[in-house]
């Protein structure tokens, strides 16, 4: 007796990752990369969360670079055959979540590494969050847009705004038709970090000292001893870590 | 104490530990205070360390050793290593994880993405200055 075909559906096996990458788009320089990257890492550390750090930032080689901040943080060149490799380099060694700054002008390699590595990684249980900084610079949002066009699903994407002004304007991001289709088939998650007043940002950037440092008065710089500074900066850290906690999914495992 | 008596209680051999648990005693702890049941812990203990044991002498366990200990007047013998769960420092490089510690490392990061009940913000007031009003008599 001839029988159909009997259509068979596979179970999608939602698995939850044992690994995850968190990178900045090293795309459009002065966007906020590692002073957002500084605050994450100061998020994770908030609540105990083991992870590795990568300095890919070449071009901030001294000060302003996440190792500035972080001795700790390994520093690596992007800019060679092996592109990425660093990420497995680090998972390596057993560290679950790994956080990556990259530097400016970084979508090269890393586009290469991806269409080669990315399915192993994948199977590898190893999940990518690529984090896209919007300023009011229009250029910011053709960075993000460029990097989703090769990243595409293979990670998921938090953007921040980031307002280097106040106040900020980012109708290039809101009003824009490209930056509505990206929203509509990517759908990252969008959170906001508020502006910060440059005195306190230059200060912390020059001696290479987080908010935390600020905030639990654990710097002799003058200007940044001053309670009003050490009062914002625990309010920074309060208000992006809300911001933060709200799209943990994307951040933990 | 003379030393005859010296020698004696030289010579005389450490006590193994009174539980196997013993050794895992941070990190069942640990679990604990992070809210996890004990039959979970029996079988994160059985899947991650090895150590089959059942709800009742983990209870027990978990009992005694959650109460206050009294000062010991002897130095405190070398606890051996355990996975780390909450490492003191948060960025490494270049020390490999076992297994086990990278195991209860992605444990504890799964434990932090646990939903949380949101807070409903209070009603925040509005006021629109070139809204007419009405002017209500009470």
């Given at each position: 007796?001839?029988t159909?075909?009997?259509?068979?559906?596979?179970?999608?096996?939602?698995?939850?990752?044992?690994?995850?990458?968190?990178?900045?788009?090293?795309?459009?320089?002065?966007?906020?990369?590692?002073?957002?990257?500084?605050?994450?890492?100061?998020?994770?550390?908030?609540?105990?969360?083991?992870?590795?750090?990568?300095?890919?930032?070449?071009?901030?080689?001294?000060?302003?670079?996440?190792?500035?901040?972080?001795?700790?943080?390994?520093?690596?060149?992007?800019q060679?055959?092996?592109?990425?490799?660093?990420?497995?380099?680090?998972?390596?060694?057993?560290?679950?979540?790994?956080v990556?700054?990259?530097?400016?002008?970084?979508?090269?390699?890393a586009?290469?590494?991806?269409?080669?590595m990315?399915?192993?990684?994948?199977?590898?249980?190893?999940?990518?969050?690529?984090?896209?900084?919007?300023?009011?610079?229009?250029?910011?949002?053709?960075?993000?847009?460029?990097?989703g066009?090769?990243?595409?699903?293979?990670?998921?994407?938090?953007?921040?705004?980031?307002?280097?002004?106040?106040?900020?304007?980012?109708?290039?991001w809101?009003?824009?038709?490209?930056?509505?289709?990206?929203?509509?088939?990517?759908?990252?998650?969008?959170i906001?970090?508020?502006?910060?007043?440059?005195?306190?940002?230059?200060?912390?950037?020059?001696?290479?000292l987080?908010?935390?440092a600020?905030?639990?008065r654990?710097t002799d710089?003058?200007?940044l001893?001053?309670?009003?500074?050490?009062?914002?900066?625990?309010?920074?850290?309060?208000?992006?870590?809300?911001?933060?906690?709200?799209?943990?999914?994307?951040?933990?495992? | 104490?003379?030393e005859?008596?010296?020698?004696?209680?030289d010579?005389?051999?450490?006590?193994?530990?009174?539980?196997?648990?013993?050794?895992?005693r941070?990190l069942?702890l640990?679990?604990?205070?992070?809210?996890?049941?004990?039959?979970?812990?029996?079988?994160?203990?059985?899947?991650k360390?090895?150590?089959?044991?059942?709800?009742?002498?983990?209870?027990?366990?978990?009992?005694?050793?959650?109460?206050p200990?009294?000062p010991?007047?002897?130095?405190?013998?070398?606890?051996?290593?355990?996975?780390?769960?909450?490492?003191?420092?948060?960025?490494?490089?270049?020390?490999?994880?076992?297994?086990?510690?990278?195991?209860?490392?992605v444990?504890?990061?799964?434990?932090?993405?646990?939903?949380?009940?949101?807070?409903?913000?209070?009603?925040?007031?509005?006021?629109?200055?070139?809204?007419?009003?009405?002017?209500?008599k009470?």
């Amino acid at each position: 007796m001839a029988t159909a075909n009997p259509v068979v559906e596979m179970p999608v096996h939602q698995t939850k990752p044992t690994s995850r990458i968190v990178f900045t788009q090293g795309g459009k320089g002065g966007v906020g990369k590692t002073a957002f990257s500084t605050l994450l890492v100061e998020w994770y550390a908030s609540k105990k969360a083991p992870l590795a750090l990568i300095d890919m930032d070449s071009e901030n080689k001294t000060r302003g670079s996440l190792a500035h901040f972080f001795p700790e943080a390994r520093k690596a060149n992007i800019q060679r055959a092996r592109g990425l490799d660093d990420f497995v380099h680090v998972l390596d060694e057993g560290a679950p979540i790994v956080v990556a700054d990259m530097g400016a002008g970084a979508g090269e390699v890393a586009h290469r590494w991806f269409d080669s590595m990315h399915e192993q990684a994948n199977s590898n249980g190893i999940a990518f969050t690529a984090i896209g900084l919007v300023t009011p610079d229009p250029a910011s949002v053709s960075s993000i847009l460029a990097w989703g066009k090769f990243l595409q699903a293979r990670v998921e994407y938090l953007i921040v705004k980031n307002s280097m002004s106040d106040p900020a304007d980012f109708g290039c991001w809101e009003n824009d038709s490209e930056a509505e289709a990206f929203r509509r088939v990517a759908q990252p998650k969008v959170i906001s970090m508020e502006y910060r007043i440059p005195e306190i940002e230059q200060e912390m950037r020059e001696h290479g000292l987080t908010l935390q440092a600020v905030a639990e008065r654990k710097t002799d710089v003058p200007a940044l001893k001053l309670t009003a500074s050490v009062w914002r900066a625990q309010a920074y850290r309060r208000n992006l870590f809300a911001e933060l906690d709200r799209v943990k999914g994307l951040l933990l495992l | 104490m003379n030393e005859e008596l010296q020698q004696i209680f030289d010579s005389a051999p450490e006590d193994e530990p009174k539980s196997r648990l013993e050794p895992y005693r941070e990190l069942v702890l640990r679990w604990r205070r992070q809210g996890r049941s004990y039959r979970r812990i029996c079988q994160l203990l059985r899947d991650k360390c090895g150590v089959d044991i059942t709800y009742l002498p983990l209870y027990e366990f978990v009992q005694r050793r959650s109460r206050p200990r009294k000062p010991k007047p002897e130095p405190e013998v070398e606890q051996p290593q355990i996975p780390a769960s909450e490492p003191e420092s948060v960025v490494r490089q270049g020390k490999k994880l076992t297994a086990e510690e990278r195991a209860a490392q992605v444990e504890f990061i799964r434990s932090l993405n646990q939903p949380t009940s949101e807070e409903q913000p209070k009603p925040g007031w509005d006021f629109d200055v070139d809204k007419p009003r009405t002017i209500q008599k009470l």
